[in-house]
Nanobody, 128 residues
């Protein structure tokens, strides 16, 4: 399994922006699906966004559409999550996850169970 390392979390005021990055250790993201999930205190972990590395297709949860953008950086072998117009309800620990193989048949219904590799998480706090 690929090892994942997230970076870029922090504290920001409502309306501000943060950029998270997910780096793969020891291998490239070629043939992987890479997703971002988040978990707020007392809540279950939820899907945020995902990208199919080889073809660049993306999918988002409804509450972040138009505010968050997931992208790939081939040169750096990272997957980034640009988060704009942040709201206090975006406060959570954000996790990067990855899975090699074909997930396109359920690309618009991804859950935690679809991913086998996880990062340690990075805290995002949005103050009101």
């Amino acid at each position: 399994q690929v090892q994942l390392v997230e970076s870029g979390g922090g504290l920001v005021q409502a309306g501000g922006s943060l950029r998270l990055s997910c780096a793969a250790s020891g291998r490239t993201f070629s043939n992987y699906y890479v997703g971002w999930f988040r978990q707020a205190p007392g809540k279950e972990r939820e899907f945020v966004a995902a990208i199919a590395w080889n073809i660049g297709s993306t999918v988002y949860r409804d509450s972040v559409k138009g505010r968050f953008t997931i992208s790939r950086d081939n040169a750096k072998n990272t997957v980034n999550l640009q988060m704009n117009s942040l709201k206090p309800e975006d406060t959570a620990v954000y996790f990067c996850a990855a899975r090699m193989g074909d997930l396109y048949y359920r690309f618009y219904d991804l859950t935690e169970a679809d991913f086998g590799s996880w990062g340690q998480g990075t805290q995002v706090t949005v103050s009101s």
